[in-house]
């Protein structure tokens, strides 16, 4: 299975800043996607970052307020645009691989608090 | 867009007890995946299994994708087993794999020494 590191583990910003979070893979995977958990919830989809072109996103989250970014095959940054406390939640990638390559593989996450 | 629905949604148990978690899905499916969520928020993947049995351990799973619903077996639990257990379904488009999973609301399971 695939290692996956994201920065910041946590952290706690002002409303109306942004935040970058960034997810680093220790090799080349195709797919790799961005969730959010929000307090006490399950995961949803945010999009899928798609290396060399525009990430795809669910419906109910726009490139202005999390734009992605996939410039290689092990690396993507996903940004949290002018914070609300709603956007407390903790954000997490995955990557798609293993020996079905369907098998889905999680970073730690990241907890962000919004005041 | 594809139902998951798991049960029970609490579970609490005496270390040593078994346990069966519930997965129903109101689609057909490419995927269905089980994952841990440890009480440090970390993910770990279970299984794999849109269809058949799986063993791993004192876990294991069993998919029925005809009838739609997968369960998750734990044996002899441990406190190491406390967390939130989530099932995550890829819709069956009938095209390619587009790796897009669907998660249930997840079972807290809390396992007491």
């Known amino acids: 299975s695939a290692v996956i590191s994201q920065k910041p583990s946590r952290d706690i910003c002002q409303r109306g800043t942004s935040l970058t979070i960034q997810c680093q893979v220790d090799s080349q995977v195709t797919m790799m996607f961005w969730y959010r958990q929000q307090p006490g919830q399950s995961l949803t989809l945010i999009a899928t970052a798609n290396q060399g072109s525009e990430a795809t996103y669910e419906s109910g989250f726009v490139i202005d307020k999390f734009p992605i970014s996939r410039p290689n095959l092990t690396f993507s940054t996903l940004t949290v645009s002018n914070m609300s406390p709603e956007d407390s939640s903790i954000y997490l990638c995955?990557?798609?691989?293993?020996?079905?390559?369907?098998?889905?593989?999680f970073g730690p996450g990241t907890r962000l608090t919004v005041t | 867009g594809i139902q998951v629905e798991q049960s029970p949604p609490d579970l609490i148990l005496q270390e040593g007890a078994n346990s069966t978690l519930r997965c129903n899905f109101s689609?057909?499916?490419?995927?269905l995946q089980w994952f841990h969520q440890n009480p440090w928020g970390q993910l770990i993947n279970l299984f794999y299994?849109?269809?058949g049995t799986k063993q791993n351990g004192r876990l294991s799973a069993t998919t029925v994708a005809t009838e739609r619903y997968s369960l998750l077996y734990i044996s002899s639990s441990q406190t190491t087993d406390s967390g939130v257990y989530f099932c995550?379904?890829?819709?069956?488009?009938?095209?390619?794999?587009?790796?897009?999973?669907?998660f249930g609301k997840g079972t807290l399971l809390t396992v007491n020494p």
């Open positions: 299994i849109p269809s």
């Open positions: 995955s990557v798609s691989g293993g020996q079905s390559s369907y098998e889905q593989y």
């Open positions: 689609d057909s499916v490419n995927n």
């Open positions: 995550a379904v890829e819709l069956n488009t009938g095209g390619g794999s587009n790796y897009k999973l669907t």
